[in-house]
């Protein structure tokens, strides 16, 4: 089971070969060490490099455009109230009647960052499952040791938002071969009314038919508690030194913002 679309597969790369489970730390590893920068430059370095990774490991350009557009709603939230909720040195201010409201310098930056942190992690996270077969990534976090139920939540919930998703497109297909027009605004109460009903007939439909595949789950012996068995294979030395190198570029970043790595040059 392969949930990449053809424009982030990095299928047949070199990151594609490296062992999963070194992967999975590496990348969180980058992302917990790049997260603690406060530097706006830096932040962008890490977000370059990561972006490299990305380009080197053969995921399209498009594909690496369409995820980081994903941080533009919660960057426009953050540009538009942390410069107004910080307090700090004033750059504008918007007078609204009797209410006026200051934007200050530090609120700017702190918006700025939070939004670099987010990309950051985007892009790493999307590097990561575009160089991983989803039933890899389970066997990852198996191998990691992460508690079992926490992977079977996480490959029941992957897998059923395809199953809601072909539930929704059949009822879309039933209503429009009954002539129905969709359209309009939120605010017009006959589609208000159209869309509380389409949501729930969709979760009565999809509660039935979770517990008709629990069911059959059950009748072929499916149990909680029993996870993949097997010895997982070594990692290979190769796959080690790739990962404490992406790591080892944030963290000398994170040392070049402190100032070690720089007394330690002198």
């Not at 538009?80 to 209410?99: D, Q, T, Y």
Request: aromatic share 8%.
């Amino acid at each position: 089971m392969h949930m990449m679309m053809p424009a982030c597969d990095g299928k047949g790369t070199l990151m594609y070969r490296i062992d999963s489970r070194v992967k999975v730390v590496t990348i969180f590893g980058f992302v917990a060490v790049a997260s603690s920068l406060t530097s706006k430059p830096l932040l962008l370095a890490a977000a370059l490099i990561i972006t490299g990774l990305a380009l080197i490991s053969g995921i399209g350009a498009g594909c690496l455009l369409r995820k980081a557009a994903m941080v533009l709603p919660f960057a426009g939230v953050a540009l538009a109230v942390l410069p107004f909720a910080v307090p700090g040195e004033v750059l504008f201010s918007i007078k609204m009647g009797p209410l006026s409201l200051a934007a200050t310098q530090q609120g700017a930056d702190r918006a700025a960052i939070l939004s670099l942190r987010v990309l950051t992690a985007v892009l790493a996270v999307t590097t990561l499952t575009a160089t991983t077969a989803f039933p890899d990534l389970m066997k990852a976090f198996r191998g990691l040791r992460i508690p079992e139920v926490f992977v079977q939540v996480l490959e029941f919930t992957v897998r059923y938002i395809f199953v809601l998703a072909d539930e929704l497109q059949r009822m879309r297909l039933a209503r429009k071969s009954r002539c129905f027009e969709s359209g309009g605004s939120l605010l017009n109460r006959t589609v208000f009314r159209t869309l509380g009903q389409l949501v729930g007939v969709l979760f009565i439909r999809s509660w039935d038919r979770g517990e008709r595949i629990y069911c059959a789950m059950l009748s072929r012996g499916y149990s909680a508690g029993a996870g993949v068995k097997g010895r997982a294979p070594g990692i290979r030395l190769n796959d080690l030194f790739w990962g404490m190198g992406i790591v080892a570029a944030a963290v000398a970043l994170r040392l070049f913002e402190s100032g070690a790595l720089q007394v330690a040059m002198k």
